[in-house]
């Protein structure tokens, strides 16, 4: 069992930066694979960046070269730099931790980019 809490969302204005972060506890987080995934209103969640136990690391077209993804095995916590923010950003953010078979989702942290 993996318990996930996210932090760091907030208003925040067009071409401005967030770091969120996951704090995970309850299992051994350096195994899991480690993801971002995003849900705007009206729309289904999308997946924004995964990082794997070695550290390799994935992104949507729309966050390439924005967002950076990483994590701290030693503190149990994931990452996600948001720079040159975007009012399509908008959404809630949500990590997620996978290891096959079982999968753990936080509950979201609120980011709104708006002037």
């Known amino acids: 069992q993996v318990q996930l809490v996210e932090s760091g969302g907030g208003l925040v204005q067009p071409g401005g930066s967030l770091r969120l972060s996951c704090a995970a506890s309850?299992?051994?987080?350096?195994?899991?694979?480690m993801a971002w995934y995003r849900q705007a209103p009206g729309k289904q969640r999308e997946l924004v960046a995964t990082?794997?136990?070695?550290?390799?690391?994935k992104y949507a077209d729309s966050v390439k070269g924005r967002f950076t993804i990483s994590r701290d095995n030693a503190k149990n916590t994931l990452y996600l730099q948001m720079n040159s923010l975007k009012p399509e950003d908008t959404a809630v953010y949500y990590c997620?931790?996978?290891?096959?078979?079982?999968?753990?989702w936080g509950q979201g942290t609120q980011v709104t980019v708006s002037s």
């Open positions: 997620k931790a996978e290891r096959n078979p079982y999968i753990y």
């Open positions: 309850g299992s051994i987080f350096s195994i899991y694979v």
């Open positions: 990082i794997s136990s070695g550290h390799s690391t």
